[in-house]
């Protein structure tokens, strides 16, 4: 995207590329439409651990997603992100480096 960055923008490309999809520029817009982020209620997963859902609402399919989330590592451990669900057709990868919780998100349905 021109940009000198990389970032999921250049993921969503890449991807559409290779499945055969349309490849117009990607901008760093989220969605045409409001999207909203919301967190669930805590629940305590079998093995004792505690999941914070983290829902992603629109009114369109998502492309790709990029976000850092911040931490109190005295405070919390965090895992790595999952989905769930109804979202198992996403690619979802995270990383926690000191605080953040980095996660980016890849749609391959349209």
């Known amino acids: ?7 999921v923008a250049d993921a969503v490309f890449i991807i559409n590329q290779i499945l055969g999809l349309p490849t117009t520029p990607i901008s760093k817009q989220v969605a045409g439409a409001p999207v909203a982020l919301s967190f669930g209620t805590a629940v305590t997963l079998p093995d004792g651990q505690t ?4 829902a992603i609402v629109g009114n369109a399919s998502i ?3 990029q976000a ?5 590592p005295s405070l919390v451990k ?5 989905a769930v669900g109804a979202n198992q057709n996403l690619l979802i990868d995270s990383k ?3 605080g953040q919780l980095r996660v980016v998100v890849l749609g391959l349905r349209r």
């Open 68 to 72: 850092t989330f911040t931490f109190d």
């Open 51 to 54: 999941a914070l859902p983290v």
């Open 63 to 65: 492309a790709g997603l």
């Open 78 to 82: 965090v895992g790595t992100a999952q």
């Open 96 to 98: 926690v480096t000191g």
């Open 1 to 7: 995207n021109n940009d000198d960055g990389v970032d």
